[in-house]
Antibody, heavy 119, light 110 residues
């Protein structure tokens, strides 16, 4: 059974940093692009970042470029999102997700971890 | 950058009725369009991929159609569990491998 278990969320002050983790199991993690997406309270879904299987390519939504860094450790079957210079508008539930069959969409999602940026 | 616009923002219908949700892309996305269902407190669920293919386990009452810039998600006869928020989404492969979501349509019970 595929499992994506996110962790690391919490309350952080504006300008602060946080590192999210996503532990993957039940599939060959090193074989897939992995992603982070987010959803602000009461708002829609927003893609945040992607990372290629070997970490050689990374892409970000414009609003997080230069502040967030996506990374992965294939030996640990883990995905990460380092978030720096956090802003109130980064407050959201953050999901890790992946596309298992080149569907062009995510068929597997984590349960989400809440990040709250507030003083 | 491709923008996806969904309509209507809210759709009020009764169980048993037919629902049609729309998604328009700012430029052609061919058939690379997916649909999701999201219920409160849950992660999204993939319903449709490549515009018209049902994902694993999705009931036959859900169907997708369209290509280019205009797409539809149809629920032939609404069940109580279908009332939720629906999102369309496109993945672009060039110049950046990135995803774009529509703003969502809330399907509510009338």
């Amino acid at each position: 059974e595929v499992q994506l278990v996110g962790s690391g969320g919490g309350l952080v002050q504006p300008g602060g940093s946080l590192r999210l983790s996503c532990a993957a199991s039940g599939f060959t993690f090193r074989s897939y692009w992995m992603s982070w997406a987010r959803q602000a309270p009461g708002k829609g879904l927003e893609w945040v970042a992607n990372i290629k299987q070997d970490g050689s390519e990374k892409y970000y939504v414009d609003s997080v470029k230069g502040r967030f860094t996506i990374s992965r450790d294939n030996a640990k079957n883990s995905l990460y999102l380092q978030m720096n210079s956090l802003r109130a508008e980064d407050t959201a539930v953050y999901y890790c997700a992946y596309d298992s069959g080149d569907y062009g969409g995510y068929d597997y999602w984590g349960q989400g971890t809440l990040v709250t940026v507030s003083s | 950058e491709i923008v996806l616009t969904q309509s209507p923002a809210t759709l009020s219908l009764s169980p048993g009725e037919r629902a049609t949700l729309s998604c328009r892309a700012s430029q052609s996305v061919s058939s690379y369009l997916a649909w999701y269902q999201q219920k409160p407190g849950q992660a999204p669920r993939l319903l449709i991929y490549h515009a018209s293919n049902r994902a694993t386990g999705v009931p036959a009452r859900f169907s997708g159609s369209g290509s280019g810039t205009d797409f539809s998600l149809t629920i032939s006869s609404l069940e109580p569990e279908d009332f939720a928020v629906y999102y369309c989404q496109h993945r672009s492969n060039w110049p950046s491998y990135m995803y774009t979501f529509g703003q969502g349509t809330k399907l509510e019970i009338k």
